[in-house]
């Protein structure tokens, strides 16, 4: 849901900073976004949604990075945009829910779909509307028990937003995309598996250890061709055969320049394990 582009959706709480609502550490190579408003179940606010753009262009761009994990603090994964303080009523230029959309929500889920390096969503608990496309946005998705994913829109009288029309169909086919957007109903984490929106599904006092594994696993794995491979899968979705095949064959010149492809050859060939270095 767009923020008020006049009047926006200002909170009643005191002021706190994005830093210290939407966590950030690296550690063994994985940067860690960690949403912290668990009063708010992590709804997202502008100066938040900032900060993760920037965070996840920062991963992209630190050799020092190989794998991200989003994830939240509380009952919440997040809830979606925090329209708090604000209806969306007052003064409007025409375009202006469109600018502040494309600004905004979309730009947050193609910071996770564009980040050079896999994202993993560790889902701790209620995703609903923006929150539920930050989630199915990552590569790999692991929910917790107590997981919940809710298209909340049709609830409000809205259209999705946030690139859910967009991802949806594509992760489980139209018909089932429509059903969870017409109706607005929770997806509790095991449907979500058995539809196929998300990986696995842990124990609650799994979610974090599993993650942290999963994201340690891709850390010492060969990061260009994670990324080329990345790129390739989101583009096949939208692109015919010959040019699926062409981006294929120019990823693969691209990578065998790397040295963790040529780490990869000569490990072959020489029967160890690889020892890859993200270069």
Partial sequence: MPDSPRTGAKSSEPEISAESLVQHATDNQVCRITLNRPEALNAITPDQRERI????????????????????????????????????????VAGDVARVLRMGAQRLIAAVLDCEKPVIA???????????????????????????????????GLVPDGGGAYLLPRLIGPHRAKELMFFGDALSPADAERLGLVNRVVPDADLDRTAREWAERLATGPTRALALTKQLVNASLDTDRATAFAAEAAAQE?????EDAQEGVRSFVERRIPEYKGR
């Fill in 53 to 92: 753009v920037r965070l996840l262009g920062d991963a992209s761009a630190d050799p020092a990075v190989r794998a991200v994990v989003i994830t939240g603090t509380g009952r919440g994964f997040c809830a979606g945009a925090d329209l708090r303080g604000g209806s969306g009523a007052g003064e409007r």
């Fill in 254 to 258: 691209i990578n065998m320049t790397s």
């Fill in 122 to 156: 560790a889902v701790n608990g209620t995703a609903a509307g923006l929150g539920a496309h930050l989630a199915l946005a990552c590569d790999l998705v692991l929910a917790a028990e107590s997981a919940r994913f809710i298209e909340v829109f049709v609830r409000r």
